[in-house]
Structures are given as structure tokens and as C-alpha cells.
């Protein structure tokens, strides 16, 4: 069982990990820090996330280390949590002053995990992803999502998302058409390729209402949201 929380014991916000081994009945190790790289405090780590796969751990948060703009970090175990990276790794790719926020993560199966975000690199926010298919060792250029709109001309929100074997999903809110309506996108590759089109799913009168806050699961072949 892996837990993560944000903790101001140092000053400003950091990010910690327990692990616990339920068959032992015991931690397996202290509490660690997982945006390491700077000192203790130096800068804000929140708004984390994890996900874990046999051997494989991850841990994605926003972090403001770079003092222009948010960013999505992460770190990573593949023995259990015995052992964490000694440096996060920066996944936004953005080199550029602009923020990313809401990381999501998941491992569907073998090694792959998939990080996904709210972006603002081109305007208003669209939500972009990240793969490794490398247990976490390097990643995949990001790709935006959003696909049936241009780049950050409307605001995507209120990100989920979820996998299981090669089927993974992304779904959000989207003011596209005016009010805010939800949108999915899905890879049936561990998100190698993705689809050229998003989906709208609820079926009110296109932007005349609010639909928000999606929620994802995936069994099999089907996705659910």
C-alpha cells in the first residue's frame, strides 16, 4: 500500500511517500521526500499523485522549483518503494514560462505508465499526456488531447483518466461550445496513438449546460465514464 501527501514540516509545501507492506505488516521504509532535487521547503510540491504496478511505483505532483511557472515532476520506484530516484524528473516539457497543473498517473500493465495534465502552453488549457512504456526510465514528447479543437482555444478542465492493459483513457471538461460539456480521448496502444478525434459524451444541447467533473474506469475493452 503506497501513500503520498504534501507536508509544510520544512516551510513550503514538499511531497511524502509511506509504503506499507501489508503481507509483513510493516513499512517498508521511512517516509520519503519525492521532490528531492532541491532543499527541504525551498519550494511548492503539490497536488500529487500516485499509481503502482508489480514492482513499479510513480508518484506526479505540481511544483514550482523553476519559480516561473508550475510544472509536473515526478518520481519513481521499481522495487517496491524501497528506493526512490535521487533527482524528480520534470515531465511537462514546456521550456517556457507557462503552467501546468492537475497531474494524473497510471500503470495499466508491463512497465507502462501514462502521466496526464491540464496545460496552458498555447492559451487557454488543454489537456496533454506523457508515456513511458520504460517503467518511468524516459518518456515520450507530450501530446495534446484535446484534438478536436485548436491548441488553446478553449478551456479543458477537470482531467481523469485511467488504463488497463493497452486501453487507456482521458476524459475532461470542455467550454468548447460555449457552457461546459465532456470530452474523452483513448489509445487502445498504451497511448502511443491516439484518436485524430475527441468525443463528446453527454448528450444535452451543446454548450447550454454544465457537465463537469469526470470520472474514468476502464475493464477490458470498455470504458466507462
Not at 137 to 146: E, G, L, N, Q, T
Not at 165 to 191: E, P
Request: hydrophobic share 40%.
Amino acid at each position: 500500500m503506497y501513500v503520498v501527501w504534501r507536508d509544510n514540516r520544512s516551510g513550503s509545501l514538499d511531497v511524502y511517500t509511506r509504503v506499507w507492506n501489508v503481507g509483513a505488516a510493516a513499512f517498508v521504509a521511512a517516509e520519503q521526500r519525492m521532490d528531492v532535487g532541491t532543499a527541504a521547503g525551498s519550494s511548492s510540491s503539490f497536488s500529487a499523485d500516485i499509481a503502482a504496478e508489480g514492482t513499479n511505483a510513480y508518484v506526479v505532483w505540481v511544483d514550482d522549483r523553476d519559480r516561473g511557472s508550475f510544472d509536473i515532476w515526478l518520481n519513481r520506484s521499481t522495487d517496491s518503494g524501497a528506493t526512490w530516484l535521487s533527482g524528480a524528473v520534470k515531465l511537462d516539457g514546456d521550456t517556457l514560462d507557462h503552467d501546468s497543473i492537475d497531474p494524473h498517473v497510471i500503470a495499466p500493465d508491463g512497465g507502462a505508465v501514462l502521466v496526464a495534465w491540464t496545460d496552458y502552453r498555447s492559451g487557454f488549457p488543454d489537456p496533454y499526456v506523457t508515456r513511458s512504456s520504460t517503467a518511468g526510465a524516459s518518456f515520450a514528447a507530450p501530446v495534446r488531447v484535446d484534438t478536436g479543437t485548436s491548441p488553446g482555444t478553449s478551456g479543458s478542465y477537470d482531467i481523469a483518466a485511467a488504463g488497463a492493459g493497452d486501453v487507456v483513457a482521458i476524459a475532461w471538461s470542455d467550454d468548447r461550445a460555449g457552457l461546459l460539456d465532456v470530452y474523452a480521448n483513448f489509445s487502445l496502444d498504451q497511448g502511443v496513438t491516439w484518436q485524430p478525434q475527441d468525443y463528446r459524451l453527454d448528450s444535452s444541447t451543446l454548450g447550454s449546460s454544465d457537465s463537469q467533473e469526470p470520472t474514468l474506469a476502464v475493464s477490458g475493452s470498455r470504458i466507462h465514464v
